[in-house]
Nanobody
Framework: QVQLVESGGGLVQAGGSLRLSCAAS????????VGWFRQAPGKEREFVAG????????DYADSVKGRFTISRDNTKNTAYLQMNSLKPEDTAVYSC????????????????WGQGTQVTVSS
């Protein structure tokens, strides 16, 4: 079992930055791939970024590539999502997810989820 808790969300103006954190407890976090997903009102959950257990491989949705950076510090059992040049269309609830299987863009591939943190970008 892995428990995940997100933090760092908030209200920011367009063009601004936020850093989300995903703190893990329970089993060895370093064994797990981590994904960040977001869900805006009335829309389906979508993949944002993912990172392999070793941190050596990352993946990004085209909509955030070049603006967002995913990273992890396994010594702190924490994954991060640095979000720069934020746009109003980035407004959503952001959730992190973890699983021992390989990095995936599908939310169905992840067995453990945090509760989510709200990110609101004003124009």
């Amino acid at each position: 079992q892995v428990q995940l808790v997100e933090s760092g969300g908030g209200l920011v103006q367009a063009g601004g930055s936020l850093r989300l954190s995903c703190a893990a407890s329970g089993r060895t976090f370093s064994w797990y791939a981590v994904g960040w997903f977001r869900q805006a009102p009335g829309k389906e959950r979508e993949f944002v970024a993912g990172i392999r257990w070793s941190g050596g491989s990352t993946d990004y949705a085209d909509s955030v590539k070049g603006r967002f950076t995913i990273s992890r510090d396994n010594t702190k059992n924490t994954a991060y999502l640095q979000m720069n040049s934020l746009k109003p269309e980035d407004t959503a609830v952001y959730s992190c997810a973890a699983d021992q299987r390989r990095l995936s863009r599908s939310p169905d591939a992840y067995g453990y989820w945090g509760q989510g943190t709200q990110v609101t970008v004003s124009s």
